[in-house]
C-alpha cells in the first residue's frame, strides 16, 4: 500500500502524478525542478523578446530546487536530513556541474552525512530548466 503526497509549497507537477509517494518507511520523489510555486516561474531565466531563453542562473536555480525539495520532504512527513538518495540531471554538465556542486556543499557540509548523489548530464528536460533532482527519503512519521 501506497501514500501519495501533493505539495501545496511546492509548484505543480508537469503531468499526470503526486509530487510523492511513500510506501512503508520510504518516500518516493517525482523529479523536482525550479520553477516558482508561487507563479510558475523559472528563477535566473532570462528571455529575449520573442520569448525564447537566452540565458539561466544555474545558482538562482539550485537553490530553487532545493526548496521545492525540502516542500515536498515537508509536506510529506519528512526533513531534509531524511534524504537518502538525490539523483540530479543537469542540462550543461561541463557549464554547470561546478555551480551546482558549491551549492550542494552550501546544503550538505559534511559528506558524511549528505545523501548518496549520482549526477547524469542530459539533452533537455520538459521545461526550460537546467536541473531537476530525483530523491528517496526516509520516512519516519509526523
Known amino acids: 500500500m501506497s501514500e501519495s503526497i501533493h505539495a501545496g509549497g511546492a509548484p505543480k507537477a508537469v503531468g499526470s ?18 520553477r516558482d510555486a508561487r507563479d510558475d516561474s ?3 531565466n532570462v528571455y529575449d523578446a520573442d520569448g525564447r531563453l537566452r ?19 515537508e509536506a510529506a512527513g519528512a526533513s531534509w536530513e531524511d534524504l537518502l538518495d538525490v539523483t540530479v540531471f543537469l542540462t550543461d554538465m ?7 556542486n558549491a ?18 548530464g542530459i539533452t533537455a528536460l520538459p521545461t526550460p530548466i537546467a536541473i531537476e533532482l530525483k530523491c528517496v527519503a526516509v520516512y519516519r512519521g509526523i
Open 17 to 34: 502524478y503526486p509530487h510523492a509517494r511513500r510506501v512503508g518507511e520510504l518516500l518516493f520523489l517525482s523529479g523536482i525542478g525550479p
Open 42 to 44: 523559472i528563477p535566473g
Open 55 to 73: 540565458d539561466y542562473d544555474i545558482v538562482a536555480q539550485c537553490h530553487s530546487v532545493f526548496a521545492n525539495v525540502r516542500a515536498v520532504l
Open 94 to 100: 561541463a557549464h554547470d556541474f561546478k555551480a551546482y
Open 103 to 120: 551549492v550542494w556543499a552550501q546544503y550538505f557540509p559534511d559528506p558524511a552525512r549528505a545523501p548518496c548523489r549520482t549526477t547524469l
